[in-house]
């Protein structure tokens, strides 16, 4: 997996309301426009650092805007998570859906429901071939 710091939306960002990302990628104001997601498939990877009490659910999403503080939004892409999957540890690929409208900003928010505490580091918009989950450990296939 190859991560960018330019491609960086939260940097240990602490979570406990609804929140967008602390930094934006900018696409420019180009014309024409440049479009995201055409080509390869595009997502953002997003690692749950540190969680406090969580008692509520959060919808992950992946927002485009016209403007650099992300308001007015349009949700490009969404992961729910419950009380239970917001551990410490837990990764996720949020894709970005086919027909983006071109806006310039990109980044993420956080739509929260009740009582949530945690801290995340994001990136995105990145190739979905260059995200991965945490690897996997298998039973080795010989003695020695």
């Known amino acids: 997996m190859i991560l960018d710091a330019l491609l960086q939306v939260s940097d240990a960002q602490q979570v406990t309301a609804d929140a967008y990302s602390t930094n934006t990628v900018d696409a420019g104001n180009v014309t024409p426009k440049r479009q995201i997601q ?10 749950i650092t540190a969680a406090g009490t969580n008692t509520g ?4 999403q992946a927002v485009q805007s016209a403007n650099a503080n992300l308001s ?10 419950a009380a239970a999957q ?3 540890g837990n990764i ?9 409208v071109g806006l310039r900003y990109h ?10 505490d945690y801290t995340v580091d994001a990136f995105g ?14 039973a080795k296939g010989y003695t020695a």
């Open 38 to 47: 055409v080509g390869e498939s595009m997502g953002y990877l997003m690692a």
């Open 57 to 60: 659910s959060t919808k992950l």
């Open 72 to 81: 007015s939004h349009v949700v490009v892409g969404q992961v729910d998570l």
């Open 86 to 88: 917001i551990v410490a």
């Open 92 to 100: 996720y690929i949020i894709p970005i859906g086919s027909g983006m």
């Open 107 to 116: 980044g993420m928010y956080h739509d929260i429901t009740g009582t949530v």
């Open 125 to 138: 918009p990145i190739p979905l071939s260059q995200c991965a989950a945490l690897a996997a450990t298998y």
